[in-house]
Protein backbone atom coordinates (compact mmCIF):
# COMPACT_ATOMS: atom_id res chain seq x y z
CA UNK A 1 0.00 0.00 0.00
CA UNK A 2 1.36 3.78 -0.53
CA UNK A 3 2.07 4.20 3.03
CA UNK A 4 4.64 1.23 2.57
CA UNK A 5 6.16 2.65 0.12
CA UNK A 6 8.83 4.48 2.18
CA UNK A 7 9.71 0.88 3.83
CA UNK A 8 9.97 -0.68 0.67
CA UNK A 9 12.30 1.50 -0.90
CA UNK A 10 14.63 1.09 2.60
CA UNK A 11 14.51 -2.46 2.62
CA UNK A 12 15.39 -2.60 -1.39
CA UNK A 13 17.96 -0.07 -0.22
CA UNK A 14 19.25 -1.99 2.65
CA UNK A 15 19.37 -5.49 1.24
CA UNK A 16 20.98 -4.81 -1.86
CA UNK A 17 24.21 -2.78 0.04
CA UNK A 18 22.18 0.29 -1.83
CA UNK A 19 22.91 -0.45 -5.24
CA UNK A 20 18.89 -1.22 -5.64
CA UNK A 21 19.91 -3.66 -8.23
CA UNK A 22 17.29 -5.95 -9.48
CA UNK A 23 19.91 -8.85 -10.46
CA UNK A 24 21.47 -8.50 -6.66
CA UNK A 25 22.27 -12.02 -5.20
CA UNK A 26 23.19 -12.29 -1.75
CA UNK A 27 26.37 -13.63 0.07
CA UNK A 28 24.96 -17.01 0.48
CA UNK A 29 23.77 -16.98 -3.55
CA UNK A 30 20.16 -17.83 -2.33
CA UNK A 31 18.50 -14.46 -1.73
CA UNK A 32 17.76 -12.50 -5.53
CA UNK A 33 16.16 -9.80 -6.58
CA UNK A 34 15.69 -6.41 -5.35
CA UNK A 35 13.97 -7.40 -2.40
CA UNK A 36 16.87 -10.38 -1.42
CA UNK A 37 13.89 -13.19 -1.64
CA UNK A 38 14.56 -16.53 -1.27
CA UNK A 39 12.83 -18.88 -3.58
CA UNK A 40 12.79 -22.06 -1.59
CA UNK A 41 10.48 -20.32 0.99
CA UNK A 42 8.79 -18.11 -1.63
CA UNK A 43 8.89 -19.33 -5.11
CA UNK A 44 10.79 -18.39 -8.16
CA UNK A 45 12.18 -14.66 -8.31
CA UNK A 46 10.58 -12.73 -11.07
CA UNK A 47 13.50 -10.87 -12.93
CA UNK A 48 12.37 -7.21 -13.50
CA UNK A 49 11.62 -5.02 -10.47
CA UNK A 50 8.30 -4.95 -11.48
CA UNK A 51 7.74 -8.64 -10.83
CA UNK A 52 9.58 -8.51 -7.44
CA UNK A 53 7.60 -5.52 -6.08
CA UNK A 54 4.30 -7.55 -6.56
CA UNK A 55 6.10 -10.59 -5.24
CA UNK A 56 7.35 -8.69 -2.07
CA UNK A 57 3.79 -6.73 -1.48
CA UNK A 58 2.24 -11.10 -2.19
CA UNK A 59 4.98 -11.57 1.18
CA UNK A 60 4.44 -8.32 2.97
CA UNK A 61 0.18 -9.09 2.89
CA UNK A 62 1.27 -12.65 4.68
CA UNK A 63 3.57 -11.44 6.75
CA UNK A 64 4.12 -7.84 6.97
CA UNK A 65 7.96 -7.00 6.52
CA UNK A 66 9.26 -9.87 9.77
CA UNK A 67 10.78 -12.03 6.52
CA UNK A 68 13.68 -9.14 5.87
CA UNK A 69 16.75 -8.61 7.93
CA UNK A 70 16.99 -5.26 7.18
CA UNK A 71 13.68 -4.72 9.09
CA UNK A 72 15.32 -3.27 11.68
CA UNK A 73 16.13 0.16 10.00
CA UNK A 74 12.28 0.57 9.29
CA UNK A 75 10.96 4.02 10.42
Do not use: M
Not at 27 to 50: K, M
Not at 56 to 69: C, D, E, M, N, Q
Amino acid sequence: PPQEWDNALIIVGCETGETYAPHAVGDSGRAVGGFQVHAQFWGPVPGDILGQVWQAYGIWKRSLWSPWTCRSVLR
